[in-house]
């Protein structure tokens, strides 16, 4: 069975850039979640879907960051304008429905310069 | 809201030797899951043990076991005869029954295993 997907695996930006981050979650995997990893830090929830609602994104700094998932499959994390402080790793976890255990995907590492 | 604390930044051991890693959390959910999660350098959060917290008998998993001490809100992690490719971050996580919230992670513990 395939894992979470993600791409690009890195990225390196200058500050004020727009940057657009892509998920393929797990077959069948009806939830999708993405969180920032900042250096030394365990990961943080951004924003988790069911299918192609929105159930929490209570932490998405709304006034650059937004994310979408089309037809309840994959999903797209855009920031813009990026800020220095946006330097993270981002992780993309799928899990199926009331099972409640995410599988994670190999994560973006984005620089912001 | 729900936290997770693990108060070892970083363990180093032998290889073969058993090592144990803490975690404290808490929340005021009645249903909840716990998990450890291993991290290493490639980044890739892999899953290594969960446990349900309803269930009083210990997850295990091959050569990692936990400890839940549902009372003390303790989740600590055993992991027996460690392998070089047990170095890595190890992240406890506790998620609430409905799912809703996403995963709550600690800060992690980076585990050395020497040879």
């Known amino acids: 069975e395939a894992g979470v997907a993600q791409s690009p695996r890195y990225k390196i930006i200058e500050k004020r850039q727009s940057v657009a981050f892509w998920c393929n979650p797990i077959?069948?995997?009806?939830?999708l979640y993405w969180y920032q990893q900042i250096l030394g830090q365990g990961p943080k929830l951004l924003i988790q879907?069911?299918?192609?609602?929105?159930?929490?994104d209570s932490q998405l700094p709304k006034d650059r960051f937004s994310a979408e998932r089309l037809k309840g499959v994959d999903s797209t994390l855009k920031i813009q304008p990026a800020k220095l402080e946006d330097s993270a790793v981002y992780l993309c976890?799928?899990?199926?429905?009331?099972?409640?255990?995410?599988?994670f995907g190999p994560g973006t590492r984005l620089l912001v310069l | 809201a729900q936290t997770v604390t693990q108060s070892q930044p970083e363990m180093s051991v032998q290889e073969a030797e058993t090592v144990t890693l803490s975690c404290t959390y808490d929340?005021?959910?009645?249903?909840?899951?716990l998990f450890w999660y291993k991290q290493p350098p490639s980044r890739q959060m892999i899953l290594v043990i969960r446990?349900?917290?309803?269930?009083?008998q210990n997850a295990t998993e091959n050569r990692f076991s936990v400890n839940f001490q549902k009372a003390a809100k303790s989740f600590s992690l055993k992991i027996s005869d460690s392998q070089l490719g047990d170095t890595a971050m190890y992240f406890c996580a506790s998620l609430s029954g409905g799912g809703a919230d996403g995963l709550t992670f600690g800060k992690g513990t980076h585990l050395i295993i020497q040879p």
């Open positions: 929340t005021s959910e009645s249903n909840y899951y």
């Open positions: 879907f069911q299918n192609n609602g929105v159930v929490d």
């Open positions: 077959s069948g995997h009806a939830t």
């Open positions: 446990q349900e917290a309803y269930k009083q």
């Open positions: 976890a799928s899990s199926e429905p009331f099972l409640e255990t995410q599988y």
